[in-house]
């Protein structure tokens, strides 16, 4: 069973950058897609990004598009999420998430695993 674990989360001013990471305890490239979603307090989990198991294809959400980047590193089984050019309603608890089935759905019940989530937090 993979587990997935995010970090790089913090306090940054409005039009600042941050970097989260997450990384897997297990070999992810042409096996898992990978995403990353959001959850605001009172929000439902929301889409932020997707990148397929074969590197090839990514996909973001309309709210962060030409702002954020995802990649990944396969040698270290690991996803990133860049995010520059950040706003305050940016700001979220960061969950990363793996899925054997599907690439780039934003419905959270399609994903097999999830991380604890780390929290970012845009100033204005």
């Known amino acids: 069973q993979a587990q997935l674990v995010e970090s790089g989360g913090g306090l940054v001013q409005a039009g600042g950058s941050l970097r989260l990471s997450c990384a897997a305890s297990?070999?992810?490239?042409?096996?898992?897609?990978m995403g990353w979603f959001r959850q605001a307090p009172g929000k439902d989990r929301e889409f932020v990004a997707a990148?397929?198991?074969?590197?090839?294809?990514?996909k973001y959400s309309d709210s962060v598009k030409g702002r954020f980047t995802i990649s990944r590193d396969n040698a270290k089984n690991t996803v990133y999420l860049q995010m520059n050019s950040l706003k305050p309603e940016d700001t979220a608890v960061y969950y990363c998430?793996?899925?054997?089935?599907?690439?780039?759905?934003?419905?959270?019940?399609?994903?097999?695993?999830w991380g604890q989530g780390t929290q970012v937090t845009v100033s204005s």
């Open positions: 998430a793996a899925s054997t089935r599907v690439f780039g759905t934003p419905r959270p019940g399609e994903y097999d695993y």
């Open positions: 297990e070999r992810i490239f042409g096996i898992f897609n």
């Open positions: 990148m397929s198991r074969s590197d090839i294809t990514t």
